[in-house]
Every structure is written in structure tokens, then in C-alpha cells.
């Protein structure tokens, strides 16, 4: 007799029930270091004139992604923590996935077209105006968009329409595809093989973009004459190359795998990373490492030189 799931339990940090509480704690005030972070470096770039070039404009919109990529996933796990009921529906379920998966594969091709945009400035500086318009820049940003929310769209898609039957626990802290799948009341290798698919589309393909960009950008750096014009050359790309190891690196070990042995406690920790730190790490980066904003940063504090 099979019986339509009408929610599902996320059973993720059940395992540490003596740490619910500092773990709200830690993620709360890391959470609200994010949006805190975010938000000001969305004001900072919105404000200063001299910051109205495309690699800001590339990380204003990186920053409202993440945002809204936190946000699809944060505050239900922290009701979570201290809740006695760890349910989600089959339907908030199925919206939440529907926006991880959609923000994260946009921050994907956003960090590319980052990648581009530093390409560019280095290997055809005279050409980078043409090159990188505002035009340019609006197109990128809403191909980054419209993509990954299509493949979101399809990924949901495919796993929700999987059977699910009875009281289903989710190894998880929030809906994500792999726990989801494991779920379900059959085994569908072959929903696995799609999806899989299309995390190698996203992640690997926006990986291997990002890679040659760095290899003609490494190139054209070669050839300067002067240390001092490599350093500053390489100087402009050391933020968000940060940025793309730990986002990359997190995505890759927990998507880019056609049949993993799931282990809750080794997935719960790197889902974390990619969840909570690396949203956080993205204003911080932009904000110590980068001149430009650090110093936009002083002056709206009031701070001289």
C-alpha cells in the first residue's frame, strides 16, 4: 500500500542533540554576518561612482545571489534546531531545491563571467570596454540566470516526480538532491545519471571556463617585463580566484559524483562550507583583499586616509 509523503523529517543534526543550541547560536550570528556583509558591499558598490565598472557590477550581483542562496536554506535550518518537529512539507521541500539549486548554479556561471571579465581587462585592455559593455555585462548576468534556474526547473522536476511512500526521513539538514533521491521508494539509476549530468554541466563547465581564462590571463602575465606590473596584474584576479577554489572545491566533492557512498556526518560538514562559510567568505574577501572597496569602505565610515 503506498501512502503519498506529505513531508519529510531533515533528520541532519539530529546525531549532536547536546549541540542544537550553540550550533543556532554559531549559525545564526554567522548568518547575519553574511547578510550584514552582503548587503553592505551591494551599498558600497551601489554608491561609489568609481566602483560602476563591470567586475563590481559582477560582484553586486554575486553578492544578491548569495544572499537569496542563504536565505533558501538558513532560516528553516535554524527553526530546525530548536524546534522539537523537524518537518518540511513534500511542497517547501520541492521549493527549496528548486531555489538552492537555481542560486547556486547561477553563482556558478556569475563566478565564469567574473573570470571573463578579469581575462579580458589583462589579455585585451584596449578591447575591454567593447568587450565588457553594460550590454555585455546584462546579458551575461541574465544568461547566468535564466540557465541555472532551467536546469534547477529540471532537476526538481525529475526528483519530485520520483514515488515517495509513507514517513520519510531525509539525511540531511535541507533538501538537497542526493539525500532527497535516497528517500524515494525505488532505486532510479537512471534519474541519478540526469542529474548527474547536469551538476557536470554546471559545475565542471563552469570550472573548466574559469580555467582557461586563468591560463590566457597566467600567459599574458609572463610576458610583462616588470615584477612590479605582474604583481599588480595578478593582484586584480588573487580575489576572486579565493573565491572560486572554495566554491568550486566544495561543489565538486559533494555534486561531482556518479554513485557516492552517502555518509550524513562527512556531507553535513561540507554542506555546511558550501551553506554557510563560503556565502560569508565572499564579502570578506572582496572587502580585505580589494583595494578599490576597502578604501569605498573607509570613506563611508568616515575614515581618512
Do not use: W
Request: one cysteine or more; a positive charge; hydrophobic letters at 50%.
Amino acid at each position: 500500500n503506498e501512502t503519498k509523503v506529505m513531508e519529510f523529517i531533515l533528520i541532519g543534526f539530529s546525531e549532536f542533540p547536546d549541540l542544537q543550541i550553540p550550533l543556532f547560536v554559531f549559525f545564526f550570528l554567522t548568518y547575519l554576518a553574511t547578510l550584514t556583509g552582503n548587503v553592505l558591499l551591494m551599498a558600497i558598490i551601489r554608491l561609489h561612482r568609481h566602483l560602476h565598472v563591470p567586475m563590481y557590477f559582477f560582484l553586486s550581483v554575486l553578492s544578491f545571489s548569495e544572499t537569496c542562496y542563504t536565505f533558501a536554506v538558513i532560516p528553516k535550518m535554524l527553526v530546525n534546531l530548536i524546534a522539537e518537529e523537524k518537518a518540511i512539507s513534500f511542497t517547501g521541500c520541492a521549493v527549496q531545491m528548486f531555489f538552492f539549486i537555481g542560486f547556486g548554479g547561477t553563482n556558478c556561471m556569475l563566478l565564469t563571467a567574473m573570470g571573463y571579465d578579469r581575462c579580458v581587462a589583462i589579455c585585451k585592455p584596449l578591447h575591454y570596454k567593447v568587450l565588457m559593455s553594460n550590454r555585455v555585462c546584462s546579458h551575461l548576468v541574465v544568461f547566468a540566470a535564466v540557465t541555472g534556474f532551467t536546469l534547477s526547473l529540471i532537476d526538481t522536476y525529475f526528483i519530485f516526480t520520483l514515488p515517495f511512500c509513507g514517513g520519510k526521513e531525509i539525511n540531511h539538514f535541507f533538501c538537497d538532491m542526493a539525500p532527497v533521491i535516497q528517500a524515494a521508494c525505488t532505486e532510479n539509476n537512471g534519474i541519478e545519471t540526469v542529474i548527474f549530468i547536469f551538476c557536470i554541466v554546471v559545475v565542471f563547465g563552469s570550472f573548466s571556463l574559469i580555467l582557461l581564462s586563468y591560463l590566457l590571463i597566467f600567459n599574458t602575465i609572463l610576458q610583462i617585463p616588470s615584477t612590479e606590473g605582474k604583481r599588480k596584474a595578478f593582484s586584480t584576479c588573487a580575489s576572486h580566484l579565493t573565491v572560486v577554489v572554495m566554491h568550486f572545491g566544495c561543489a565538486s566533492i559533494i555534486y561531482l559524483r556518479p554513485k557516492s557512498t552517502y555518509s550524513l556526518q562527512e556531507d553535513t560538514l561540507i554542506s555546511i562550507t558550501y551553506t554557510v562559510v563560503t556565502p560569508l567568505l565572499n564579502p570578506v574577501v572582496y572587502s580585505l583583499r580589494n583595494k578599490d572597496v576597502h578604501l569605498a569602505l573607509r570613506k563611508g565610515l568616515g575614515k581618512k586616509l
